[in-house]
């Protein structure tokens, strides 16, 4: 396995998306979680890249993720596209799948931060019922507002009191990988932002069928679920990425030599 700032990826957008398939990302992650080491992963889609395009604070946030996954089946295609040919789609909800599955296996603790008491109950539940051995340090909700700096002194002892290799953050883009930055060096974990799978595996929102995922139309059954939060963010960022995207793949080189994630 590759280590640390080595890690293979393809730029889309200019933004570095790690070239590694879903278990070999899992592989990575866990082999960190149990060093305790503060890494930062960062959950890609097409929302999140046209935030980082349009917010060069957030654009530095997103370049010194350790790992950035494709999540939305746009950013996988133009990865094919750009040589790594045999890349899968790295999403959110099977990577708290996969992580609990291996955690409870080799005894490594997961603290939940942030989303609402009644999220984090009803995962709660279902995690005794799917992952029984899984340990759990904490489920921590976290005010809207800000915290104090004494309040985020007394999170960060908290987290790595716990003894928790994993911590899992909902806070919604880009507020989530904007706190992992401000945290990395500081929690002694792998933090990876999660928000949008929260609510799905509490039973809150539906996961779309594996055929419309495939299909890369996960956003149009989201957006029928919510359509007052939804629509204007896919309104305004899936013109301007199909653009950026046409764009970059016409100027762009081709591959001299694909790279074969996974293989």
Known sequence: MVEGFFLPSKRVLDFPITALR???QIQTILKWAEAKESKTVCVANVHMLMEAHWNP???????????VTPDGM?????????????????????ILLELCKHAQKNNIS???????????????????REFPQLKIAAMEPLPFRPLTADEDSALIEKINSSGAGLVLVSLGCPKQEKWMAQHQDKIQAVMLGLGGVFPVYAGIHKRAPQMVRNLGLEWLYRIVQEPRRLWRR??????????????????SDPPKEAFDAGD
């Open 234 to 251: 896919y309104v305004q960022t899936i013109p301007p990425f199909i653009w950026l995207a046409v764009k970059q793949l016409l100027t």
């Open 110 to 128: 997961m603290f939940f931060v942030g989303s609402q008491i009644e999220i984090l109950s009803r995962m709660r539940k279902r995690f005794e």
């Open 22 to 24: 879903l278990d070999e």
């Open 57 to 67: 604070d957030f654009a530095t946030v997103l370049k010194n993720a350790d790992i």
């Open 74 to 94: 746009p950013l996988v295609w133009m990865m094919k596209l750009l040589g790594a040919r045999s890349q899968n789609r790295v999403a959110g909800m099977d």
